[in-house]
């Protein structure tokens, strides 16, 4: 199947900090790509979705203001925790699509830890 | 809104096979899926199905989806220690939305 890489793995901040994570798809144009968050033994929760080239849209009760997704190119989206906190630690999937409704290829995930 | 629920957890001997069951509450899924995590890793997909099927069969992985019931299950044959994972399992709905369940954390004993 397609790779996605996610970067860095894991990082540690301290509180008020900006944190960006980066997605690629390494061997595909990915025109969809979207953010998922998961608190430990918790599901997957969708952040938002992002089409290359245009804004992203956010799910409910997410603040595009604090999570700022850019999806620049079709290899690359990434997701910047504004003034991050405590409570904005937790472990942060990205997934790409070709477009195929099938195909959702996921990264490995970065862990957030914030001091 | 769109849910899916699955039991959290299931232990099971090695060699013996592993069911997990998940129920869905969207009324026209186009797409089923079951993913692997792993800890500390991202999700696998281990397969899915087409919302007009009702069984899909991939080596040693079984899914069966009863539309009426709006019930999908997961059976993995000959469960062995590596698969000792969280599966979730997940519906596309319209729009380009997958929604998830909790994930079933399965405990494979030797």
């Known amino acids: 199947g397609a790779v996605v890489s996610q970067h860095p793995s894991w990082v540690i901040c301290k509180s008020g900090t900006s944190v960006k994570i980066e997605c690629r798809s390494l061997?595909?144009?990915?025109?969809?790509m979207f953010w998922y968050r998961q608190f430990p033994k918790q599901s997957l929760m969708l952040m938002a979705t992002s089409n290359e080239g245009s804004k992203a849209t956010y799910e409910q009760g997410v603040e595009k203001d604090k999570f700022l997704i850019n999806h620049a190119s079709l290899t690359l989206s990434t997701l910047t925790v504004t003034s991050a906190h405590p409570e904005d630690s937790s472990f942060y999937i990205c997934?790409?699509?070709?477009?195929?409704?099938?195909?959702?290829?996921f990264g490995p995930g970065t862990r957030l830890t914030v001091l | 809104g769109e849910d899916v629920e699955q039991s959290l957890f299931l232990s099971v001997r090695e060699g013996d096979s592993s069911v997990i069951n998940c129920t869905y509450t969207d009324s026209s899924p186009t797409y089923l899926y079951w993913y692997k995590q792993e800890p500390g890793a991202g999700l696998q997909l281990l397969t899915y199905i087409f919302s007009n099927m009702d069984m899909k069969q991939d080596q040693r992985l079984t899914v069966l989806l009863n539309k009426k019931d709006k019930h999908l299950s997961l059976r993995i044959a000959d469960t062995q220690t590596g698969d000792s994972a969280i599966y979730f399992c997940?519906?596309?709905?319209?729009?380009?939305?997958?929604?998830f369940g909790a994930g079933t954390r399965l405990f494979v004993k030797a």
């Open positions: 061997d595909f144009q990915a025109t969809t």
């Open positions: 997934s790409a699509s070709s477009g195929s409704v099938s195909e959702q290829f």
């Open positions: 997940a519906e596309h709905t319209g729009g380009f939305k997958t929604i």
